[in-house]
Nanobody, 124 residues
Framework: QVQLVESGGGLVQAGGSLRLSCVAS????????MGWFRRAPGKEREFVAA????????LYADSVKDRFTISRDNAKNTVFLQMNSLKPDDTAVYYC?????????????????WGQGTQVTVST
C-alpha cells in the first residue's frame, strides 16, 4: 500500500496558476504509474492526468490538455500537477492516486491508493 499526501491547493483567480504536489510513502514509488483526478461539487470524480513510472509517458483529459502538466521526481517520491490558465470550471477537490502497474491509464479502477485530496477554487 502506498500512502499519498497532497498539497498546494488554494484559491486563485481565473487565468492564474497553481502547482499541486503529492508525496508518497510506503512501497516503492518509482515502480508505479501515478495520476491526478478531481471531483467538482455535484459531479462524479473525473480523470485529469497520468504519468508512467519513469515520467516518459503522460496522458491528459481533453479539458486540461495544453494547460496542465504532470511530472514526477522519483528521488523525492513526489508527483506534481502544474496548472496554468485556470478556469472556474477547474474548481474541484484534486486527488493524487497510485496505479497498481507502471503504465499510464485514465481508468480509476487501475489505481489502488488515493490521497485525501486538496481543494482548488478558481474565482472569476
Amino acid at each position: 500500500q502506498v500512502q499519498l499526501v497532497e498539497s498546494g491547493g488554494g484559491l486563485v483567480q481565473a487565468g492564474g496558476s497553481l502547482r499541486l504536489s503529492c508525496v508518497a510513502s510506503g512501497r516503492t514509488f518509482s515502480n508505479n504509474g501515478m495520476g491526478w483526478f478531481r471531483r467538482a461539487p455535484g459531479k462524479e470524480r473525473e480523470f485529469v492526468a497520468a504519468i508512467n513510472w519513469s515520467g516518459g509517458s503522460t496522458l491528459y483529459a481533453d479539458s486540461v490538455k495544453d494547460r496542465f502538466t504532470i511530472s514526477r521526481d522519483n528521488a523525492k517520491n513526489t508527483v506534481f500537477l502544474q496548472m496554468n490558465s485556470l478556469k472556474p470550471d477547474d474548481t474541484a477537490v484534486y486527488y493524487c492516486a497510485a496505479q497498481r502497474g507502471d503504465w499510464t491509464t485514465r481508468r480509476s479502477g487501475d489505481f489502488g491508493s488515493w490521497g485525501q485530496g486538496t481543494q482548488v477554487t478558481v474565482s472569476t
